[in-house]
């Protein structure tokens, strides 16, 4: 089976597990799960899911186990993208072709349907810990918690708001989307394998790849808000010169900005020799990233 067709698949398998966990009964549940389901099943590339299933089967774990693990990590990411695109925030219109949450149901349902799907992620990976009765479960819940939260995602938002300026450093960027970006990608992996059962060498592993993996994603998402199709991104380009943000291309120009890319791709997939599993679906996902449409 291809890369391609194989990642599809996976996606049939996981999108209609992902809403089950999503239900409302009273007339403020309804809407709370509406404004949920919204924004979780308006598409995207799932990829931190697609990444925690693969590791976790790739070191010897099956699809029920990770399971909750991947549908609450891919609402973890969704909450973000909703409270990213806040007027407080990004200011965004547009997400995955459609109208942003706070469009579609106002700023105060869109807050309160980010904090709906953390709050059910952290549920869902509870309840999978407290049936799996296995250390294992609590480890992967912890990896996840701790890369969304103020020592992981949240600190890069915080640095990314209040500490950008022209006069930005390319360690002070690479700080920032290691941790906006780079701590829930790596998270997704590391928890994927630590759920199949990797070693702590292989751990040490998957952690500095997981790194290098969320980094490489937002310099080419630097890139694509340059030159990016809207149409195909679903989402509006050049916001980043709009809200006066410091990017690669900003920093080190286009061109350089690509071959950073390309050197980064090649040291990743270097990297991954090192694992003791099949990395012929990491090393396609570092591929299909490093060249998203542009």
Known sequence: MSYLNHYSYTIEKFEPEMVTYIKGTSAASQLISECMLYSLTAGGKRIRPMLLLEFCHAYGGGFKESIPFAVAIEMIHTYSLIHDDLPCMDDDDLRR??????????????????????????EVMTEAALDSHDNRALKAMQTIAKAAGTQGMILGQVADIKYQSREMSLESLDYINCHKTGKLLMASMYAGAVLGGANEME??????????????????DDVLDVVGDEQKLGKKTKGDAKNEKTTYPALLGLEETKTRIKLLEAEILNLAKALSIDTTFLEETVKFLSCREY
């Open 97 to 122: 072709g459609m109208p942003t949450s706070h469009i579609k149901y106002g700023e105060d349902m869109a807050v309160l349907a980010g904090d709906g799907l953390l709050n059910t992620a952290f």
């Open 203 to 220: 751990l040490s592993h998957v952690e500095t790849i997981g790194y290098k993996v969320g980094l490489l994603f937002q310099i080419v």
